[in-house]
């Protein structure tokens, strides 16, 4: 057996597919980043209130452009990596947009703010947070600056962490995975762990990070897993991403993963930061997290059966179809209602 080369699917194996994607991402980061701080900035006038905004304050430009960068790059290796490593169609990835596709996706959005909505309440009425204000600028910047950062911020990374680790990185998993002594089903859900353990080892380099928050945020990916690999499409990971993250941070004022968000809709002070509530890290670390989760896998659960009339792993997402790189619909769709 080649171990770089498959035969079999003329292709790449797909770990070399894995690298050479993350790498392409890397390159076109650095690239907009270029593009970004030494041709556009010069355009804007020293005066701007962009200029204002923490806009120079990282390594990507600022908390304004590094998520816009990201996903940038994201699209741009993840529509050359298809092309030309996994002979796919980009719609492959989980992108098999129809009426389904967007139910799908505010539901996710409505299942993400719902089980954050339930945290903030429960921590509340326990005391163990406490409100402190609303809508209160911080940092030294306006109110109107802090909410386009947080609206950008969270749609960009749900979009892109969904898109690398589960559209990309988990499917071509589940492929190379796919092996002679190991079933289909078995493939898709090794995939999904290794996946959720390196988005986990991930953000261990976040604030506050512990042991704790690894194995919570282990299970946010396999919660997170959960609607790709019943549904075959990324509009259920996608929509319950951005929704947990812009309500934990952006609403309710709780870190996200370790790191606060600008100018929250309620300012909180954490009263109790045990390892129920996840003190710093944010929820994301505490039990209370875990429960969340539960509550949001189950809802996930009743959605899939209602809108598929049954709930089963998508096997057929480890087994490689070059022959939909010519057709406009995928088998996963077709059962959609």
Same mark, same amino acid.
């Given at each position: *057996? ?8 003329? !292709?790449?194996r ?10 392409? +991402?890397?390159l ?6 270029? $593009?970004? %701080? ?5 355009? @804007? ?37 298809? !092309?030309f ?10 992108f ?6 967007w139910?799908?996706?505010? #539901? ?32 030294? =910047? ?5 909410i ?16 690398? +680790?589960?559209?990309? #990185?988990?499917? =071509? ?5 796919n092996? !002679?002594?190991?079933?289909? !089903?078995l493939?898709?859900i090794?995939a *999904?762990?290794i996946?959720?353990?390196? +988005? ?11 042991? *704790?928050?690894?194995?919570n945020?282990f ?8 609607? +790709? ?8 990971? @996608?929509?319950?991403? $951005?929704?947990?993250?812009?309500f ?11 790191? %606060? ?5 309620i ?5 109790? %930061?045990?390892?129920? /509530? ?7 670390a505490?039990? @209370?997290? $875990?429960?969340?989760?539960?509550l ?16 089963r792993?998508?096997?057929?997402l ?10 406009? /619909?995928?088998?996963?769709t077709?059962?959609?209602?």
């Amino acid at each position: *057996m080649n171990p770089f080369w498959n035969s079999d699917e003329k !292709r790449l194996r797909a770990l070399l597919r894995i690298g050479l994607q993350l790498l392409l +991402f890397l390159l076109f980061a650095l690239g907009l980043v270029f $593009i970004m %701080s030494d041709l556009l900035l010069p355009l @804007i006038p020293e005066n701007s209130p962009l200029l204002q905004v923490r806009i120079r304050s990282n390594f990507l430009f600022g908390e304004l452009t590094s998520p816009l960068i990201a996903l940038g790059g994201t699209l741009l290796s993840m529509f050359l990596a298809g !092309r030309f490593l996994d002979r796919r169609p980009f719609r492959d990835f989980g992108f098999h947009r129809g009426q389904g596709w967007w139910k799908d996706f505010f #539901i996710g959005l409505g299942v993400g703010a719902l089980v954050m909505a339930m945290i903030f309440l429960v921590e509340m009425s326990l005391g163990w947070v406490r409100v402190t204000g609303f809508f209160a600028p911080n940092g030294g =910047n306006p109110l109107w600056a802090g909410i386009l950062v947080n609206l950008v911020t969270f749609i960009c990374v749900g979009i892109y962490e969904e898109m690398l +680790f589960r559209g990309y #990185i988990q499917r =071509n998993l589940m492929e190379g995975l796919n092996l !002679r002594w190991l079933t289909p !089903r078995l493939a898709v859900i090794l995939a *999904m762990v290794i996946t959720s353990t390196v +988005f986990s080892i991930l953000h261990l380099m976040n604030p506050g990070a512990s042991l *704790m928050s690894f194995l919570n945020i282990f299970l946010a990916g396999i919660f997170l897993s959960l609607g +790709f690999i019943l549904t075959g499409e990324l509009a259920l990971p @996608i929509g319950l991403h $951005i929704a947990w993250n812009f309500f934990q941070g952006a609403v309710f004022g709780f870190p996200v993963s370790g790191v %606060s968000a600008v100018s929250p809709f309620i300012s909180i002070e954490q009263v109790n %930061s045990g390892w129920m /509530t996840g003190g710093v890290f944010g929820p994301e670390a505490g039990g @209370i997290g $875990i429960l969340a989760m539960l509550l949001g896998a189950a809802l996930i659960l009743l959605w899939v059966k209602k809108s598929r009339g049954s709930i089963r792993l998508r096997e057929e997402l480890a087994v490689y179809h070059p022959s939909n790189r010519e057709t406009k /619909t995928s088998p996963v769709t077709l059962e959609q209602k």
